[in-house]
């Protein structure tokens, strides 16, 4: 069947398959792309516990910091309640072996709140020192995971980019098609390949009489 659009029904279709193309690789790509963030997801969350293992030291001081804290907050109210204990008993005029027996158990409260602030201290140093250097791991692990994000972003930016590019080309050789093909172009087109001839038929030139005479005469053919 020969129609007059035949030339753009053909830039159509090539357009159209072009766009399916561009698409599905697109597509193809983005998929690709969804599988190397999840691949990428499991092996975070692997590093992660690996990190967590790694500095469970830290853990431990932070948890020895923390009993530690609270014992040093007890025993300093217990202090401050034997010294209390002591000035009460002074203020009253208590026995000399009551005030002795109070000196003694401030004396007591007084060293083993020393020891746990010396303890503290201590612990103090060792977890700036171990939550420094845990600090600066999960920092490098979080940079290389942020790092890693944007490079996935990236690459799906420029994909997106590529096929917004590729179909922005499509169209504009459609547009060319357009412009190529105009309804003058397409009308010559389709009589050119429905002719049945480019000379002008001539017109016939006069029978003669004779030639007529001797058509009737022949008369039907002989069977």
Request: hydrophobic share 30%; aromatic share 4%.
């Amino acid at each position: 069947m020969c129609s007059s659009d035949l030339p753009m029904l053909a830039a159509l279709k090539s357009s159209s398959d072009k766009l399916c193309q561009i698409h599905g690789t697109t597509l193809n790509k983005i998929n690709e792309l969804l599988k190397d963030i999840l691949k990428y997801g499991e092996d975070l969350h692997k590093k992660h516990k690996q990190i967590k293992d790694e500095e469970s030291a830290t853990s431990d001081v932070v948890k020895s910091l923390q009993d530690t804290s609270t014992l040093l907050t007890k025993q300093k109210e217990f202090y401050k309640a034997k010294q209390s204990e002591l000035e009460k008993i002074r203020r009253e005029n208590g026995t000399a072996k009551d005030e002795e027996k109070a000196e003694s158990k401030v004396k007591k409260a007084t060293d083993d709140y020393r020891t746990l602030v010396e303890k503290y201290s201590t612990m103090l140093e060792e977890f700036e020192k171990k939550m420094g250097t845990s600090c600066k791991h999960f920092q490098q692990a979080e940079t290389l995971y942020l790092t890693h994000m944007i490079d996935f972003m990236q690459t799906y930016v420029e994909n997106v980019e590529t096929s917004h590019n590729e179909v922005g080309q499509v169209n504009l050789d459609l547009e060319q098609q357009l412009v190529n093909n105009s309804v003058e172009q397409m009308l010559q087109s389709f009589a050119l390949q429905r002719h049945t001839g480019l000379v002008k038929p001539g017109v016939p030139g006069p029978v003669e009489l004779s030639d007529l005479v001797t058509v009737k005469s022949a008369g039907p053919p002989s069977d």
